[in-house]
């Protein structure tokens, strides 16, 4: 009976041996692959952050560049107004010059008329000084006459409206008479000169 017994309690030792070795066995492959998935997982997990960085990298490259591009808008903006500004100021009084422009006119046409009696003088010597000092208010606020006559033709400064052939030494394209004296404001022509020219 005792080697009954020890047999009984070998096979149950043997038993018990193969049982912790199959429970070992299954314990190493179920650690295996539950390493192998974490492993898997990591990996799709650091893609996925991967992925989520590229995409945040991308959103804050496009923010950038909007807030760049805004930036360089409003400096062109600002550059726009200050120009416009500028140009505003420098052609100050534009409209009135060109409205104050054909009262001129009509004080040389009354100068060049003939007075024979003393009231018609007295006359001319007011309308003198009217359009002396209108000529100076125009001239303090750089409003001056284009020069014409026995000028070269300038398209640019001169309107001409009729031709007239050119006398004996002059040349051709060159301001004979002018009809209407033309004025600029600065360097912009708020009237041309009305001219005949050689032809």
Do not use: C, W
């Amino acid at each position: 009976m005792s080697s009954e017994k020890h047999t009984t309690k070998d096979n149950k030792t043997k038993q018990k041996v193969a049982q912790e070795k199959t429970t070992k066995s299954t314990t190493a492959k179920t650690t295996k692959t539950n390493n192998k998935a974490k492993h898997v997982d990591q990996k799709d997990e650091l893609a996925a952050a991967q992925a989520q960085i590229a995409d945040l990298q991308k959103q804050l490259d496009e923010a950038n560049d909007k807030y760049l591009r805004a930036i360089a808008e409003n400096r062109n903006m600002n550059e726009r107004f200050k120009k416009e500004r500028q140009q505003l100021l420098k052609y100050d009084g534009q409209k009135l010059a060109k409205d104050v422009l054909p009262v001129i006119d009509n004080l040389e046409r009354a100068l060049a008329t003939e007075v024979n009696d003393e009231s018609g003088a007295q006359l001319k010597k007011g309308i003198q000084m009217v359009y002396d000092n209108l000529n100076k208010a125009l001239k303090d606020h750089d409003i001056i006459e284009i020069k014409a006559e026995g000028e070269k033709f300038d398209p640019n400064f001169h309107q001409a409206v009729q031709t007239a052939p050119a006398a004996e030494g002059q040349k051709a394209d060159m301001v004979v008479a002018v009809l209407q004296k033309g004025y600029q404001l600065k360097d912009r022509v708020l009237r041309p000169a009305m001219v005949i020219v050689s032809q």
